[in-house]
């Protein structure tokens, strides 16, 4: 049993190392300019969301939650005190989104018991936020403003086809593929976009997750 204890540490230990190569690595793109400001952060965001959507694969529950809550102190210290990884916040506006994605994605797996539906949400929140954010940055032009940041149709436009993606493959494996689940799966989408349209300065980060999490937990109950 102890032995069992201290490989899934170790699991918990590789997967944070994992998550500061990885800043290290954007980090350095950006200061030699490879990335610029919104594309590092972004490309950080897209990039955690995959990991921590993985962990149900070789984790457990409790691993998975202490993960994310170890991910989000992580960011507290480096970011929010010691400001060592600059690409997590090198944006010019207000956010406080890097705080509350890893403490968004550690609350769904303390409140949902099922993995999948922790891993949904988190692919929507990284795939569906993050693309929304990248997109909407570079093409969406100055946009539409609401409470504490800005959005564009573009952006939501992105957000709205990664969740319709993510959705039907969700809906697809647990139900099986038709055609006739496009139409829920759109609605289903088009709720989740705008959840997330309607909130920024990083607030939208829990709403999008839990959100969808809701989601997940209604299309497994089917």
């Known amino acids: 049993m102890i032995s069992q204890y201290k490989q899934q540490l170790l699991e ?8 500061v190569l990885l800043l290290i690595v954007v980090e ?6 490879l990335l610029k400001d919104e594309a590092a952060r972004k490309s950080i965001h897209i990039s955690v969301g995959f990991i921590l959507a993985a962990l ?50 550690g609350l769904v797996a303390l409140l949902f018991t099922d993995l999948r539906v922790y891993s949904y949400a988190v692919l929507i929140l990284a795939l569906g936020d993050g693309l929304a954010g990248l997109v909407g940055h570079a093409f969406g032009g100055r946009g539409y403003r609401i409470w504490h940041g800005r959005k564009s149709l573009v952006g ?20 099986g593929f038709s055609l006739g689940i496009l139409p829920m799966a759109l609605l289903l989408s088009i709720v989740l976009m705008l959840i997330e349209t ?14 969808a999490a809701t989601v997940g937990w209604f299309i497994l109950s089917l």
């Open 12 to 19: 918990i230990i590789l997967i944070g190392l994992a998550f």
């Open 156 to 175: 939501n436009l992105t957000f709205l086809v990664a969740a319709m993606v993510v959705t039907t493959a969700f809906w697809a494996s647990v139900h």
């Open 56 to 105: 149900p694969l070789f984790m457990e529950r409790w691993q998975i939650v202490l993960t994310n809550f170890g991910f989000f102190g992580g960011v507290l210290l480096f970011t929010g005190l010691f400001h060592i990884f600059t690409a997590v916040h090198a944006v010019r506006r207000w956010t406080i989104g890097e705080f509350l994605y890893p403490f968004s994605t």
């Open 198 to 211: 309607l909130l920024a300065g990083g607030f939208d980060n829990p709403a999008v997750t839990l959100g």
């Open 28 to 33: 350095i793109l950006k200061r030699h300019r």
